[in-house]
């Protein structure tokens, strides 16, 4: 079994990140054929596959100076919001519940599996799905009982999911939607919002083949020594409050917990 990729380390009422080795796939799209990158991009991630999918496409098409049609790409954008809307709903229905000492709400879960894998998204039910989650009082409990530096974490990620159906609505009603940049012959920068935050992707094309990529992920952000993650964590107090951390940030890898040099 793989170890997790990140490490927290607990000592006393200190947390810190004690390693974060996140999985890289760059390496194995260079030298790619270009109109192969996207699809190879979704299947190298199961965690936002979809926005991966949409990052990089847009990446390519910006570097190879290809139109992408509105209706393709209206298609792939409300898959993106989506799979947001699921990822975070998912969390919240059934891991944060445990946080405040409730069971998970399997029933509600089930229903937002259904509705966002959707091939025709049904924006009334989505947005339904939401003002139920938002009447059983697990989102104002779970920002309550946070603890105070983690509650606007929280609160941010809630607020997102429940903006995706207007989002939908307003993709299906002709709103602007995503495109690459060229910023120099041959390089395409592309940037789409998915669940956890602004996605990046950069890449360079010659001859139809990948030179060089780069993704730009959330997760490796808000971890590296000049991201939020550390900061959250110095400030937690106690065994339980870094759990409330770690659920706040929800990295996309698996994670585990260093106490007093031995795994939690």
């Keep these: 079994m793989k170890p997790p990729a990140i490490r927290i380390a607990f000592h006393g009422d200190t947390a810190r990140v004690g390693r974060c080795a ?4 760059e390496g194995l799209l260079r030298a790619m054929p270009a109109a192969r990158v996207p699809q190879a991009v979704r299947r190298l991630h199961g965690i936002c596959a979809q926005a991966q999918g949409l990052a990089s496409m847009l990446a390519i098409a910006a570097a190879t100076d290809e139109v992408v049609g509105r209706e393709d790409l209206a298609r792939q954008a409300i898959a993106v919001e989506a799979e947001a809307m699921r990822e975070t709903g998912l969390r ?3 891991d944060w519940p445990a946080l ?11 229903a937002l599996m259904v509705l966002t ?13 939401i003002a139920g989650i938002a009447a059983s009082g697990l989102p104002a409990r779970l920002v309550a009982q946070a603890p105070a530096h ?6 941010a990620r809630i607020a997102g999911m429940g903006e995706a159906p207007l989002r939908i609505a307003g993709i299906l009603s002709g709103a602007p939607l995503p ?7 041959g390089i395409g920068v592309a940037a789409v919002t998915c669940a956890r935050g602004r996605l990046v992707h950069r890449v360079r094309v010659e001859q139809g083949l990948v030179i060089d990529y780069i993704i730009d992920a959330p997760t490796a952000r808000r ?9 959250l964590l110095a400030r937690c107090r106690g065994r339980d409050e870094v759990i409330w951390a770690m659920h706040a940030i929800d990295p996309c890898v698996a994670w585990g917990l260093d106490e007093m040099g031995e795994v939690a």
């Design 22 to 25: 996140l999985p890289r796939t």
């Design 92 to 94: 919240l229905c059934l």
């Design 100 to 110: 405040v000492g409730e069971a998970p709400q399997a029933e509600a879960a089930r």
């Design 117 to 129: 894998q959707a091939e025709v998204p049904d924006v009334a039910a989505m947005s339904a799905w």
């Design 150 to 155: 983690l509650a606007p974490v929280f609160e």
């Design 179 to 185: 495109r690459g940049e060229t910023p120099a012959a």
């Design 223 to 231: 971890f590296a020594a000049d991201g939020d993650a550390p900061g």
